[in-house]
C-alpha cells in the first residue's frame, strides 16, 4: 500500500465531472497491477480495481486486501494528515477516518440467494473502501446520517471505518461507471445502464443485462438505486443508495467486516 501521504493522488487523475459538493469524480489508472492480476487469471471489472487494492485468486474466491482510506481528500482524515481538508458543507461526524488492514473474499459463484445485509462492510469499492448497506446502527436513522457525509459521500464509524451508504462521487455520478463488488461476489454499477438509461430493478437493487465489462452475454448485476425515507423526522427525503439492504446472493463470510 502506498503511504498515507500519497493516498490523495496515487493513481487518479480527476476529470471535469465534479458534484454540486465539489467533489469530482476521478479515473484510476490500474496498468502498473493488470499484468499481475491478468496472470492469476483475473479478468473483467477486477481490472478496474485500483491498485491500491491488492487482489488474489483462488479456487472459487479473490481476495482483496485493502486499507480503507480514499484517494481524495476528506475532513474525516485527522487534522494533522496531509490529506487532510477543511469541508463545512455538512455536519462534522466525531470520528477520523483511520487506516484498517482489510482482507475479504469475494465469491466467484453464486447461490442465488437473497440474503438480509447485516451491520458492518458488505462490498469493497474500487479505490478499497469499503460498502455498507442503506441503513445505519439501530436507533439511529441512515437519512440522517447522510447529512455527515463528507464531500465525495462517505464517512467514519467511532472506530475510524471509513465507508460509502449511498453513490460515491469521487466513482460515480449519475453514470454506468463501474464502482465495486458486494459480498456475494456480483459487480455494482452506478445508476444507469451502458446504454444511458436507468433501468428497472428488483428487491435486491439488481437485474441481469450487458454491462461494460460484459457487453454481449447478460449478467447480473447492481445499480445504485434511488430510496425514499419513510421515518418520522425525515419522510420524503430521498437518497442514491448502493444497496437496498439484501444480497442477491449468498455472501461471503468475512470476520473482520464488523
Known sequence: MPAVSRVSTQYTTPTNVVSSSGCAVLDRD?????????????????????????????TGKVNAKADGQPDYLSNYFPADNVCHEVYTGAKQNPNDLLPKTYDIAFPTTSDNSPTVMQLGIVGLAVNGVPIFGNFAAPGDDIYVEADTFDRCAAHP??????????????????????????????????????????PTLDAQGGHTGTTKHSPTTPVYHYHVNMQTSSAQGTAGQTQWFVTTGTYHGGPSACPDCN
Open 30 to 58: 490500474a496498468s502498473a497491477c493488470a499484468a499481475d492480476r491478468t496472470n492469476q487469471g483475473l479478468s473483467g471489472f477486477w481490472l478496474d480495481f485500483s491498485c491500491r487494492v491488492t487482489l488474489t485468486s483462488s
Open 157 to 198: 464509524t467511532g472506530g475510524g471505518m471509513y465507508h460509502y451508504h449511498s453513490e460515491p462521487l469521487a466513482i460515480s455520478q449519475d453514470d454506468d461507471r463501474f464502482i465495486g463488488v458486494l459480498r456475494d461476489g456480483y459487480p455494482v454499477y452506478g445508476r444507469k445502464d451502458m446504454d444511458g438509461s436507468y
